[in-house]
């Protein structure tokens, strides 16, 4: 698919990975609905959208309530004509550890919100938005169509991320089972697992943890969000990719 033909729909797009992507794929010559819970945000993404060879819409979104998701889907078509991409980008952190003791043999375990808020948003709310724009591209035919799932390199589990590394995990799988469903009505559908990077994201990660992470990364230093992008333009590109995720990670293991 080339750059300019991509009608977009980036949820997230009002910070960090989410709003690079919705950027460059603007600046690219592509047209963007971008959707989220953070209203100004959205409105700075318009903003700095004007100019850009491409559109740029922004549209209440929370991805985590169905019952909203299916007329963000519709109204996505019809500020773009038609929608041949969908970027379930929308995610959040809730970190803690399954049991935490502390010295005088308090113990606290992971509360159950904790648990279910980061599995609503970060894999639920991409199986409401996939189903929906599925069902519309389907039924308009639409094709090619391109989903992408943005994971995070700790699918693989992390210590103090029981929901964030499961959700990652399903979302893999995710992308996996639509590749393979949705593959018959022209979809590839691909994932990219990002390693730390730079984004408001990391107001939830203390600058202990962050320097304990990036002094394990062979690059040594955490990625930029445009490197997330560079990833999320191969994968637009390359019509013989899909069922894959992308790590881009600096080559750290986790
Ligand atoms: N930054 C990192 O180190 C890193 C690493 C690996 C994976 N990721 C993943 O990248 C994606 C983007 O994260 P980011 O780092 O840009 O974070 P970010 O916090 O800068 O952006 C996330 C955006 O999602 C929005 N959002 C949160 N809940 C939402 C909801 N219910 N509905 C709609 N929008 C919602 C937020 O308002 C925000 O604009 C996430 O899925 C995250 O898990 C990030």
Same mark, same amino acid.
Do not use: N, T
């Given at each position: 698919m080339k750059l300019e033909?991509? /009608?977009a729909i980036v949820t997230g797009a009002a910070s960090g990975i989410g709003r690079c992507i919705a950027i460059e794929l603007a600046r690219a010559g592509g047209s963007v609905v971008g959707g989220d819970i953070d209203?100004? *945000?959205l409105k700075e993404l318009e903003t700095? *959208?004007?100019g850009l060879s491409g559109k740029i819409f922004g549209i209440k979104l929370d991805v985590a309530n169905e019952s909203t998701v299916k007329n963000f889907v519709e109204e996505a078509f019809t500020k773009l004509g038609y929608v041949n991409a969908l970027v379930n980008n929308a $995610?959040?952190?809730?970190?803690g550890l399954l049991i935490n003791r502390d010295e005088e043999g308090w113990s606290r375990k992971l509360p159950t919100s904790q648990w279910k808020k980061v599995m609503d948003v970060n894999l639920s $709310?991409?199986?409401?938005? =996939? /189903?929906e724009f599925a069902a519309v591209v389907i039924e308009r035919n639409i094709s090619p169509s391109l989903i992408v799932n943005i994971s995070s390199i700790t699918r693989a589990g992390n210590p *103090?991320?029981?929901n964030y590394s499961a959700s990652? =995990? *399903?979302l893999d799988a995710l992308t996996r089972t639509w590749a393979l469903e949705l593959a018959p009505w022209g979809f590839r559908v691909a994932g990219i697992a990002p390693g730390l990077t730079e984004t408001p994201i990391l107001g939830y990660v203390s600058p202990e943890v962050q320097a304990e992470i990036i002094a394990k990364i062979p690059l040594g230093r955490m990625a930029k969000p445009y490197e997330i992008w560079q990833a999320m333009r191969f994968i637009v590109e390359c019509d013989y990719l899909t069922a894959s995720t992308i790590e881009v990670d600096g080559g750290a293991m986790f």
């Open positions: 033909d991509v /009608r209203l100004e *945000g700095e *959208g004007f $995610g959040i952190l809730r970190d $709310g991409p199986f409401f938005m =996939a /189903r *103090g991320q029981s990652k =995990a *399903g």
